[in-house]
């Protein structure tokens, strides 16, 4: 099996981060600035600093890497991504999770703004991935043999963590299939009926191309789906940006507290 290439190296980042080795990874999404204020920031480095990284074409969403210590643990936190939509490759879609494996990250968290498809799962609740659905037709392992086993993407017993960070936090996490497609059009009621058909419990835009990258560099992932509307068909409500992103909003000290107390309780790992 070829290994994809990784155009990071240690070396890709400054100086003054380069020692920091951090034991957890993760990916916020836009709503999760809260989960920062839990971190003692130590450093930070914005997007525009990594030759070679790039950067979101939205106004106002340059991003940011956030170095710290969360409890006994050290975490590195990218604020921001970029999306397919944009029209970006996957290959600069999942750049960020390779800058992050190339700071000494073992294990990653990804998080995301998903549509509920699942009538049991009602919006303002998160989603811990057990698996996904990628509908994009891209991926990040374009280019020769890379030929990765899928059929654990989603780390079981880091999961299992974080459910008991959220029994102890008395939060509701359930579990469930993420689709990820492209965008940035939210779905038709026919194709929400169609991912419900295939296996999915929830859709969002992102995700499933960084995931994949992960597992092929040897990360152990956990995913997390804030479910911020009812996907479309499943009520008569319309699906507009600024309702996802205030529930995002609303629903985020949740998982900051459920992350927070799963993470702090985590560094026994290198
Ligand atoms: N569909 C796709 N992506 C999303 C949705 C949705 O309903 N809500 C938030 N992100």
Request: aromatic share 8%; glycine share 12%; charged share 15%.
């Amino acid at each position: 099996m070829q290994t994809p290439p990784n155009e990071f190296t240690p070396e890709a980042w400054p100086a003054r981060v380069r020692a920091f080795a951090p034991q957890f990874a993760l990916v916020l999404g836009s709503g999760l600035g809260c989960f920062v204020d839990c971190i003692e920031i130590a450093e930070t480095v914005s997007y525009e600093e990594i030759p070679g990284l790039p950067v979101s074409k939205v106004a106002g969403h340059a991003g940011r890497f956030v170095f710290g210590t969360l409890g006994g643990t050290r975490v590195l936190a990218a604020q921001g991504r970029v999306h397919l939509y944009e029209g970006h490759s996957a290959r600069n879609v999942t750049a960020g999770v390779r800058l992050l494996a190339a700071a000494g990250a073992k294990r990653l968290v990804l998080t995301n703004a998903a549509g509920s498809v699942n009538p049991a799962f009602a919006p303002g609740q998160w989603m811990a991935l057990t698996d996904h659905l990628n509908l994009t037709g891209q991926t990040p392992l374009l280019g020769g043999a890379h030929f990765f086993d899928m059929s654990a993407i989603y780390s079981a017993a880091l999961r299992n963590r974080f459910h008991e960070a959220a029994k102890t936090e008395g939060v509701r996490l359930v579990d469930g299939v993420y689709a990820g497609n492209l965008g940035p059009q939210y779905e038709t009621p026919a194709e929400v009926r169609m991912a419900r058909t295939l296996g999915a419990d929830a859709v969002g835009m992102s995700t499933v191309l960084e995931a994949i990258q992960a597992r092929a560099l040897g990360l152990e992932t956990a995913g997390f789906s804030c479910l911020t509307n009812w996907a479309a068909g499943l009520s008569a409500a319309e699906i507009t940006h600024a309702e996802v992103l205030d529930l995002g909003q609303r629903a985020a000290g949740d998982l900051a507290r459920i992350l927070c107390r799963a993470i702090a309780t985590g560094a026994e790992t290198p």
